[in-house]
């Protein structure tokens, strides 16, 4: 990444890590220095990392997949809902479901039970109930969109996840290396970078500093879709014209066919003439 790039993070606070009394040993190689009882983080490093990450998530949404975005802190769950969302993206930023992504099967049944009661109350089911079991359903049905809702469009388990603080959401993080799911992160002085499979040492706290590191990210999602949707349409337009050389191509099959039947016709009506005519001649 360029200078100017490095700057950016520089204004955004991504530099800022946690009290040196609380740093884990392992963020050592990232960490330029110490001021004031603070570390800070290298952001050349930083840069070269998030480069990285970004090259690594285009090409798992180039390939169709999806990217699960986690962050439950307070100051990151708007940012990451609103990142997510713009690119269509499925997110966590209420409490992590256990089992999400290990017990998947069973979080779509949840998923589908909020969508059955969807179906109740447009079929006209739903005004059948007592009102004591309306009040439930739509107890459920809050329960439900508040932990389940961002990710009821999720059919399978996504192609990589990326966490805002991995101390945090360290449940995530033992679920995803379990299913050998690629790990995204943001990663602070007090984090443990070895089960991370993409570390992007930056400030987790800050929401300025989230905002611009997810940005980046999303920029890059955006940028794979996009670029899928070319290679899709490409793909589609090149199997149209197959088709229709195909179909030209069959076409020209059964004119061909068509012709030598006639001539097959036209010959044996010309043969049957011959011997009726040599027959008259015998006659004669």
Known sequence: MANKEVKELLDAGVHFGHL???????????????RNGIHIINLYKTAAKLEDAVNALKKIVLSGRKVLFVATKKQAKDIVAEKASSVNMPYITERWPGGMLTNFVTIRKAVKKMA??????????????????????DRLR???EKNLGSISEMTRLPGAIFIVDTTREHIAVKEAKKLKIPIFAMVDTNCDPRDIDYVIPSNDDASKSISKILDLVTS?????????????????????VKMEQAAKGEESKVEDQKQKVDEKTSIEDSLKNDEAKSVENKKK
């Open 20 to 34: 040196t009394r609380k740093w884990n040993p392992n963020m050592a190689p990232y960490i330029y220095m110490e």
């Open 116 to 137: 059955a009661i969807d179906r109740m109350k447009k079929d006209g089911t739903f005004e059948t109930l007592s009102k004591k079991e309306r009040l439930q359903v």
């Open 142 to 144: 809050s329960k439900l």
């Open 220 to 240: 890059a999602v955006s940028d794979g879709l996009s670029q899928r949707k070319i290679e899709k349409e490409a793909a589609d337009e090149k199997d149209a």
